[in-house]
């Protein structure tokens, strides 16, 4: 039997650099200095990593060492992730095809403001930290996503014969578009699955699924808001009908030194 755990860390200020603590499993991912750049409320973590355990005592082990260590914030939600094939079948054909194909869309000279207003879009200013620091490094974004029951779509009578749609397939209609964009952009997909329930700490929203994407740039991110799609405008409007909520936290790749902190997990 194998459990998967996304674990959120958040130190304290003035032991920060002295915490340790043993993730007794196979990390599958990992990030830091992370902060919400889509979503309500604060939220910092300092690393955040998703780590494959092969048995429940390995587990416990984690759970035990995280209760013991002296920190601000910690997390455990268990997950089931997509297959390790059916990621890496997703990973080609974005780099190796879908990168490859004519773009569908151009870009605007700069966002929208009523992007920008949106809730399921950053604010103003979480895009300025975003793009404050670390412009040309790698970013990767961890999507937690809340569907709607029904699609929820405008009354423009192109729309009326997908209103009988759940909102998981709404969005899954959005998905289909926005891969081919963020590949042709440079980005992949890292990991992906459900969101099962949390361990340690609470889980304030009911999350249904989560993804990882990755961009080659931080500026790569904001231009996927710059995005004006050449076909039909309904395609756009599936994502806005299908998600009731969702929340975006930016992580840093650039992480050897903020591991080293908290030890090495286990290889099993």
């Not at 992730?81 to 605007?108: D, E, H, N, R, Y």
């Not at 699609?151 to 009578?157: K, P």
Request: proline residues 3%; aromatic residues 8%.
């Amino acid at each position: 039997m194998r459990d998967f755990c996304l674990i959120m860390v958040k130190f304290k200020e003035d032991v920060k650099d002295s915490v340790s603590f043993i993730l007794d499993g196979k990390m599958l991912w990992r990030g830091c200095d992370g902060f919400k750049i889509i979503g309500q409320g604060e939220e910092e973590w300092d690393n955040i990593f998703i780590i494959k355990f092969t048995n429940p005592e390995r587990l416990q082990n984690t759970i035990n060492s995280l209760k013991s260590a002296n920190l601000k914030d910690v997390k455990v939600i268990s997950v089931k992730l997509v297959s390790s094939l059916k990621i890496k079948l997703l990973q080609f054909m974005m780099k190796k095809v879908l990168a490859k194909l004519p773009a569908i869309f151009t870009l605007t000279e700069d966002v929208d403001d009523t992007v920008l207003n949106s809730p399921i879009h950053p604010t103003k200013n979480q895009l300025a930290q975003l793009m404050s620091k670390n412009v040309d490094r790698p970013i990767d974004m961890l999507n937690f996503l809340k569907y709607k029951e029904h699609a929820n779509y405008s009354s423009d009578e192109t729309q009326k014969t997908k209103t009988d749609v759940s909102g998981k397939e709404a969005y899954n209609r959005y998905s289909l578009k926005v891969i081919r964009i963020v590949a042709k952009l440079g980005g992949c997909i890292q990991l992906m699955g459900k969101v099962k329930s949390p361990i340690l700490g609470e889980l304030d929203e009911n999350w249904e699924t989560f993804a990882i994407m990755r961009y080659p740039t931080r500026k790569t991110f904001q231009d996927m808001l710059r995005v004006r799609i050449n076909e039909s405008s309904a395609e756009s409007n599936h994502r806005a009908a299908g998600l009731d909520k969702t929340k975006v936290i930016a992580l840093s790749t650039d992480h050897v030194e903020s591991v080293k902190k908290v030890g090495s997990p286990r290889e099993i």
